[in-house]
């Protein structure tokens, strides 16, 4: 009997480590990485970079947060105008909840 139950908690601990291997990673991958080239310098990445940072044109990606046309002070619409805008969709059902 102790054999039996021995022999069971093997396998399930060797079953456990054989799913816990991911085939996809590593030297094993299936496709190998592919080579990565640019027709753009990393000097040119740069400059652009710190044009669109002085122009505020940068479009923010990853972690990165959004800055948006209030922040930048150039906002086209007074308060009570945006308040308007929002309260007549609310009352259309364009805006599902809010104030």
Do not use: C, H, W
Not at 13 to 30: C, K, R, T, Y
Not at 41 to 58: C, F, G, H, I, P
Not at 72 to 81: C, D, F, P, T
């Amino acid at each position: 009997m102790n054999a039996r139950i021995l022999a069971i908690a093997a396998t399930l601990a060797l079953g456990a480590s054989v799913a816990q291997a991911n085939p996809f990673e590593g030297d094993q991958a299936i496709t190998p990485q592919a080579a990565a080239t640019s027709a753009v310098s990393r000097a040119d990445v740069q400059a652009q970079l710190a044009e669109a940072r002085k122009t505020n044109t940068m479009i923010a990606q990853g972690n990165q947060s959004t800055v948006n046309a209030y922040e930048l002070g150039k906002g086209q619409l007074s308060r009570a105008e945006v308040t308007q805008a929002a309260r007549q969709a609310l009352a259309n059902g364009s805006i599902l909840e809010g104030e």
